[in-house]
Structure formats: structure tokens, C-alpha cells
């Protein structure tokens, strides 16, 4: 399906060096893992890090070593993955750890094809993924405040991290035990919501700073986005433009790390994508460099699929497609081929990098060179031209450069030029699909109508309306509430009901009647519908759907949703008889399945057909 693209020809003698020795630079063997101010030091080296994110569960197993291959071909020496609690303890006490979830297999993965690893526990990930990370039952532990100096969630944190950590130290995954994972971190941009926790905020960073330490690892923590992180673990910058916005190390003997560069931006429903040209990636990248940034993160090198409930409220199933990899795993021109590029052009500056010593010159008003000098006579040069309007000619070194607006061009001997941010030399492909198989068939679709309960057979009431998340546990999207009244005319009249999120569909007397939905940015509305009443029973049966827990900010515990106001006319429905059923009947039977599929009767597709819920199937056979 991936177009293949002509790619031009590279001229310089020096770029062809380039790539060459990009090709060749290999992973040398683990050892332990210390840092200093210039970089990781890993068996004792000093290094220059290129790592890309993709998340073991964002994709199947079987893509996994290809994925990896092509970053490494990308010029790529870390994957980072965070660790996903929810997935591997959806309830208490019951892990799992197969299929995508089989974290050591993806590690083993990434050690058979020589790279390095980063594991970010967290547990608390945020990463656009159902609450955070962080599992449903925590919610229902008593007395929890989670992310803060609180005991409930320290023991239940300290739990789970403290078996991560054993699993690979059982599978001798540390570098120190001859592993690739080089790098863990703890915590995950907590600075943003520290205030937030007041006084229960500054000590929980020192106690999970220090119960990460302890767990002894032989290889070095970051926090990122935590600019007063603890000694001995390391701050790291998180955003578009850390080359511009880092404030740098917090302690002189600290490397400077950039944990996630985003290559694009995660997409919301509604929302246009967001591209991030891959000029402006290399720019950030070689500015981190040139300031002594000595590891850089992309996130995503490849995204892939938010599959099942797994994506946090209102992000679609489809994540940084716009990566270097796409969602599907092929390459995405000019981005792979431009940032391959530019490691190569850096990896051979490293020795300058790593040992010599850094001179900033002013090269004009918007102009600097930064310089970086051996004592064997080694240099290396970033000519940076910082001006967005105008294209530059400099005087470096007694040589005239032309430096393209925004844009670095690396010397990495001060004075042939192996590359530019700005000149993209692959073009752009794209990706084209081709049919494999229709399902216009009218008469091989059948269809199952969703039924919509009748209150008076309602399992669970309540003289009140009930959270959603409190009421599902996250074990569905939906809830319905009901409730029955009496009405002494036949009429029209207005049903107004007030939602905290997400969706709403309003059933009266089992006809649809309207629905309405919150976004990512406030996920509250009101749906308000025109109804047709009865003169005696009215029966009004409203779902409540969401789409993914949240996944940031303080006290998700205390997040809610679902309708919290129902008034028809002037009349309030709130303390009121209620009638609750917890997901869909074809949910629960999953008659999305074969055998699931054989407990209900299905009948023939009719189109159009106007009941909303109804499931429909085709029976395929799949080559
Ligand atoms: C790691 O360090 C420990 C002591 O600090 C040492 O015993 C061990 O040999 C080192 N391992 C490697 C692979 O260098
Ligand atoms: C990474 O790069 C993107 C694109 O320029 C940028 O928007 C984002 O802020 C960068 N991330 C960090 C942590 O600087
Ligand atoms: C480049 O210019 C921008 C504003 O145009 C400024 O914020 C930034 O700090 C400058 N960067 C450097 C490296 O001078
Ligand atoms: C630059 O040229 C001047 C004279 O043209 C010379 O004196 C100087 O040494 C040169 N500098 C370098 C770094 O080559
Ligand atoms: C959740 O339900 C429990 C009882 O099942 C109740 O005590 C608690 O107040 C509810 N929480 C919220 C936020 O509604
Ligand atoms: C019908 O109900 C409305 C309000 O529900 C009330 O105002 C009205 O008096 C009732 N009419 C009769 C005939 O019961
Ligand atoms: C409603 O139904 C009752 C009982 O069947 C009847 O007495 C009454 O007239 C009806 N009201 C209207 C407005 O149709
Ligand atoms: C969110 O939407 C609700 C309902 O439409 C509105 O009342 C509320 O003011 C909105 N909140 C924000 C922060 O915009």
C-alpha cells in the first residue's frame, strides 16, 4: 500500500559520508548507566541519544518488529514506552501481560534488534489514554487522593511500580544486567498540578522520587516536566520547542534531556490534524543539541491505535498518524527520511559534542554559531539563523554560508556543511488504498435493534440521578437513566436535560427524539428536544454515553458525568424515582462475536431504518 518514492539523489560527498556512517553506527553492548552534565554515560560512554516513542499496546505484536527496524534504520537508539497500569491490572489483583500487552516482549524486541529502551512508569501517563493510566478501581479505594502525599495512593503506587521494575530485573532488562532499558522514568509532568495538591503536592514528589531511587535499577530516572525533580534524578523537558524554552539541567552534573519532542500533536473529535512540518522538528532538535542537549525523544515515532476504550474522553482511535511512522507503520516523507538525515549529520559531530568544549558567537543581529572544539583539533559548528522572515549570508571562519530562514545548517568540521533543517531533500509521499473487499451488499447485512429498556424492569433505581463513571465502574460506555410519569393531556412539550458529558440520546416512549454531545474542551451540554407527551403513562429513557475517562489534571478522582438536571416544561426530574441499566444488552451478550452473535435474533436489514441502536452485521470470510 506505501507508495514508493523516488528519493533525490544526495550531492555532496560529505552527505554520502554522512550516511554511511549513519548506517553503520551501531549499538554497543549495555553496561551500567551513569550521567554527568554532557550526557548518559552507558559502559562508561558518553552519548548522544536519538529515541522515538511507540507504545507496545498502540499496535499488534506482529507490527512491533518492523516498527522497531524502521526506526532504527531512522537513525533511532532508544524506544520509549510508557507502561500502561490499566491495561496490565484492569481489576485489582488480576494482571495481565499477553498479546499487546506483553511489555517484556517488547523489550526483548527492541534488545534483539540492538537498541536501547526507556521505560516510563509513571504510573501516571496522561498519554491521551483512558484515566491517565491509571485503573478504574483506584477511583473506589477509600480515602484516595491520587498524585499526592496520600497513603492510599502511595501503597497502591508503590505496589505497582515496584513489580514493574522486579519483572525486568527478572529478565535482566536493566542495562546494568546487560538489558537495553537505560533509562525509567517516574511521575509524568507533574509540576502542571502540583499547586493543585497544595502542601500534599512538594512532599509526594520527594517520596516518589526517593521509592523510585531505592528500587535500585543500576540505571538513571527522569521526571520530566519537573524543574525541582530530586537529586539524583534528572529534569527533563516535554513540549514543541525545548531547544528555545529549556531552562536547562537543575544541577550542574546533569545531562540535558528532551523526553518528548511532539513530532505532531494528538487529535480530538472535531478537531482539524495538526501538522508539524519536518523542517521545524529538525530546527528544534539541532538547537537542543547545539545548546548541549544530549538525548531527544520524538513523540510519536509511530503512534498507532488507540484500540478498544483505551483513548482518554474525546480522542480518536487514531494516534499521531502524522509521526515519522504512520498509524499503520509506513514511512511518512519527507519527516522519517529528513530526520534520519539530521541524526546522522549530529552523530557525526559527536565527538566535538561529547569531549570538546562549546563558543557561542554572534554571526549577525539574529545570527549565532555555536561551536564546539576538541582538544585533538576536533570542531563541529551549528550555524544558526533564528530570523523567520529572511534567508542569511553569514561569515563563519573566513567562508560565506547561506542560511535559509529558521533554519540550522551543521558543520561537523566547521566548514563543509552536512545538512540543513530548512533544505528538505525527500519528497513528499503519500498513501493510497486500494479495495480489497465491499460490504454494499444489501442483502447479506442483517440487523439487531438495541432494545430500549422499560423502567418498570429496571434492576437498579435510585431515588436520585447517579454519576455515570460511579454507576458503570468503567466496565461500559453506557448508562441509562429512566423514569415514568403521568401526564393528563396529549401534547407537546419541551424536555430540557443538563449533562456533564459526553453524549446524551433521549428516548420518549420509545421513539428517538434528539441528541447532543460535549467536546474535549468542556465536555458538559444541555440537550433540549421538542417531545410528544401522552395523555396518562409517559415513559423517557435517556443514554448516557462516554467517550474514554480524562487523563489530565488534578483529582481525576473526583471527575464526573453523566445528566445531573432533567426538567420537562417547568417540571424538575431530579429527586426522583430513577431507573438505571448499565450498558447495552448487545454489549453484554457481545454479539459482536460469533457466539455472542448466535444468542439474538436478527433479522433482515431495512433501510432506511429510523430506530437509532441497531446493530448490524455482515458474516465474512476472512482470506
Ligand atoms: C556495574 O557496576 C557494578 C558496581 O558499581 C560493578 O560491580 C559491575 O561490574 C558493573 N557492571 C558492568 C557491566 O560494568
Ligand atoms: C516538540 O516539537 C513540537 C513541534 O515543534 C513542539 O510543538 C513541541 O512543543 C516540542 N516538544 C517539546 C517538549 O518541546
Ligand atoms: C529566536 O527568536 C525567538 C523569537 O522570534 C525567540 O523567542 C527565541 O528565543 C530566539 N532563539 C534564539 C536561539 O535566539
Ligand atoms: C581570516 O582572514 C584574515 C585575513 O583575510 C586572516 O587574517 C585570518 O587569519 C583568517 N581567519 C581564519 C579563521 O581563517
Ligand atoms: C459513588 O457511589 C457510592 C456508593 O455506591 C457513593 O457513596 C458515592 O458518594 C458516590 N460518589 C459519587 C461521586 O457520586
Ligand atoms: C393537568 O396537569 C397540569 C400540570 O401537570 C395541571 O396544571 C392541570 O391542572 C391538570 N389538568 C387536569 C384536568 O387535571
Ligand atoms: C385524558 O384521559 C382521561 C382518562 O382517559 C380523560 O378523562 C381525559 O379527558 C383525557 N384528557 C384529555 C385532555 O384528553
Ligand atoms: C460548558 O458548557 C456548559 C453547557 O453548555 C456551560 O454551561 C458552561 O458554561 C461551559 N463551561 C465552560 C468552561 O465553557
Known amino acids: ?49 536519538f529515541s522515538g516513542s511507540i507504545h507496545y499496546p498502540r499496535s499488534p505484536p506482529q507490527m512491533w518488529p518492523s516498527l522497531i527496524e524502521k526506526a532504527k534504520q531512522g537513525g533511532i537508539d532508544v524506544i520509549q514506552t510508557y507502561v500502561f497500569w490499566n491495561l496490565h491490572e484492569p481489576k485489582q489483583g488480576q ?58 495512593f502511595k501503597y497502591h503506587m508503590q505496589k505497582f511500580v515496584s513489580m514493574i521494575v522486579n519483572m525486568m530485573k527478572s529478565e535482566n532488562l536493566y542495562a546494568s544486567q546487560g538489558g537495553p532499558i537505560i533509562l525509567s522514568q517516574i511521575e509524568n509532568e ?12 512538594p512532599p509526594y514528589v520527594l517520596w516518589a522520587a526517593k521509592m523510585a531511587v531505592g528500587l535500585q535499577t543500576g540505571v538513571p530516572w527522569v521526571m520530566c516536566k519537573q524543574d525541582d525533580a530530586p537529586d539524583p534524578v534528572i529534569n527533563a523537558c516535554n513540549g514543541m520547542r525545548c ?20 513530532t505532531s500533536f494528538y487529535e480530538v473529535y472535531g478537531d482539524e490534524p495538526y501538522m508539524r512540518s519536518a523542517n521545524d522538528i529538525a530546527y528544534q532538535v539541532a538547537l537542543f543539541i547545539a545548546k548541549k542537549g544530549s538525548y531527544v525523544n520524538y513523540y510519536m515515532y509511530h503512534g498507532g ?87 542569511s549570508t553569514v561569515l563563519f571562519q573566513n567562508i560565506s554560508y ?31 488504498m486500494t479495495l480489497s473487499q465491499s460490504f454494499d451488499s444489501v442483502e447479506r447485512w442483517e440487523e439487531y435493534k438495541e432494545a430500549i429498556p422499560d423502567f418498570g424492569k429496571t434492576s437498579l433505581t435510585a431515588e436520585t440521578l447517579l454519576e455515570h463513571w460511579n454507576t458503570t465502574k468503567d466496565e461500559t460506555d453506557y448508562l441509562w437513566y429512566t423514569f415514568r410519569f403521568q401526564h393528563n393531556s396529549s401534547d407537546t412539550q419541551l424536555l430540557n436535560v443538563q449533562s456533564r458529558g459526553h453524549v446524551l440520546h433521549a428516548f420518549v416512549n420509545g421513539k428517538f427524539t434528539g441528541s447532543a454531545h460535549g467536546s ?21 429513557a435517556l443514554l448516557s454515553a462516554t467517550v474514554g475517562l480524562p487523563d489530565s489534571g488534578a483529582y ?68
Not at 10 to 39: F, H, P, Q, R, W
Not at 122 to 149: A, C, K, N, Q
Open 402 to 432: 547561506e542560511l535559509p530562514r529558521k533554519s540550522i545548517s551543521i558543520l561537523p568540521d566547521c566548514k563543509t556543511v552536512a545538512f540543513n533543517t530548512y533544505k528538505v531533500s525527500t519528497q513528499y509521499n503519500t498513501r493510497t
Open 1 to 49: 500500500m506505501e507508495m514508493e518514492v523516488v528519493k533525490k539523489m544526495l550531492m555532496s560527498c560529505c552527505c554520502c559520508l554522512m550516511l554511511a556512517v549513519g548506517s553503520m553506527a551501531a549499538i554497543e553492548k549495555s553496561g551500567n548507566v551513569s550521567y554527568d552534565a554532557t550526557s548518559l554515560i552507558i559502559n562508561g560512554q558518553h552519548k548522544i541519544l
Open 95 to 152: 494482571y495481565d501481560f499477553s498479546g499487546r500487552n506483553d511489555i517484556i516482549g517488547f523489550i526483548k524486541q527492541i534488545q534483539s534488534q540492538g537498541l536501547y529502551a526507556c521505560i516510563r512508569i509513571g504510573p501516571f501517563i496522561e498519554s491521551e489514554w483512558t484515566y491517565g493510566g491509571l485503573p478504574f478501581w483506584l477511583h473506589d479505594v477509600p480515602g484516595i487522593v491520587f498524585r499526592s502525599d496520600n497513603e492510599p
Open 190 to 201: 507533574y509540576q502542571t498540578v502540583e499547586a493543585a495538591f497544595h502542601e500534599r503536592g
Open 305 to 391: 491505535t488507540n484500540f478498544g476504550r483505551t483513548g482518554s474522553a474525546f480522542v480518536l482511535t487514531s494516534y499521531y498518524d502524522q509521526a515519522p511512522l504512520d498509524e499503520y507503520g509506513l514511512i511518512r516523507e519527507p519527516k522519517w527520511s529528513h530526520l534520519k538525515e539530521l541524526h546522522a549529520a549530529i552523530k557525526l559531530c559527536s565527538k566535538p559534542l561529547l569531549t570538546g568544549v562549546q563558543k557561542i558567537f554572534p554571526l549577525g543581529e539574529l545570527q549565532q554559531a555555536y561551536v564546539f572544539e576538541g582538544n585533538s583539533g576536533e570542531c563541529a559548528a551549528f550555524l544558526v539563523n533564528n530570523d523567520s522572515r529572511k534567508d
Open 243 to 262: 531547544g528555545e524554552t529549556f531552562k536547562g539541567p537543575n544541577s550542574p552534573n546533569k545531562p540535558s534531556i528532551w523526553t518528548e519532542n511532539w
Open 556 to 623: 481525576l478522582e473526583r471527575r464526573v458525568a453523566g445528566i445531573h438536571r432533567v426538567r420537562i416544561q417547568n417540571k424538575y426530574f431530579i429527586n426522583y424515582n430513577w431507573g438505571y441499566q448499565v450498558g447495552l444488552i448487545g454489549e453484554t451478550l457481545q454479539i459482536y462475536t460469533n457466539p455472542g452473535s448466535n444468542k439474538v435474533e436478527w433479522s433482515k436489514f431495512r433501510s432506511p431504518s429510523h430506530q437509532r441502536l441497531t446493530w448490524y452485521k455482515e458474516r465474512i470470510l476472512l482470506h
Open 520 to 540: 474535549h474542551d468542556n465536555s458538559s451540554f444541555t440537550l433540549e428536544n421538542t417531545i410528544h407527551l401522552k395523555n396518562g403513562t409517559n415513559d423517557v
